[in-house]
């Protein structure tokens, strides 16, 4: 019988750091999906590496999705939205401290000078229930394509 104070693990595999084990606890459910993967709604959270801003979003039901993702107040301290009530309710939050929120940055080969986060669709996480969805904002000041660097 497994003891009380151990963790649950849970193997993943990804295409790009093959199989590796992670805390049952972190798994992120997201009832609707990412935009364009409406059907895959299990993810973790993975650092890219040590002191970087960099985080994975990698689909537990598709290897080789993973979306690389950062918190958007490293490099826009003013960024900040209302949460719609259905995604209050869709995420069970009941205090605004419960949520994280990440942006999707995208990366163009070779040209990390260009690297853009998209602003207009957050992914929030509920820290307490692990529940996400990816937010698609009416705020016009939020662009799809926001350079992190000049």
Do not use: C
């Not at 993967?37 to 960099?54: A, I, T």
């Not at 999705?65 to 003013?78: E, H, K, T, Y």
């Not at 229930?129 to 926001?146: C, F, G, K, M």
């Amino acid at each position: 019988m497994p003891d009380s104070e151990t963790q649950a693990m849970i193997t993943v595999s990804t295409s790009r750091f093959g199989q590796i084990e992670v805390p049952a606890e972190q798994v992120i459910t997201m009832p609707h999906g990412m935009v364009g993967f409406p059907q895959l709604s299990r993810y973790v959270l993975l650092k890219h590496r040590e002191g970087s801003p960099f985080h994975w979003l990698q689909s537990l039901e598709e290897p080789s999705l993973a979306f690389v993702v950062m918190n958007p107040l490293i490099f826009d301290a003013g960024y900040e939205f209302t949460l719609g009530q259905t995604e209050t309710k869709l995420l069970e939050v009941s205090d605004p401290r419960q949520i994280q929120v990440w942006v999707v940055v995208t990366i163009p080969h070779g040209a990390p000078e260009r690297m853009t986060a998209n602003l207009k669709a957050p992914v929030v996480v509920n820290l307490d229930t692990s529940l996400a969805a990816q937010v698609i904002l009416e705020d016009l000041r939020y662009p799809l394509r926001h350079p992190i660097r000049s």
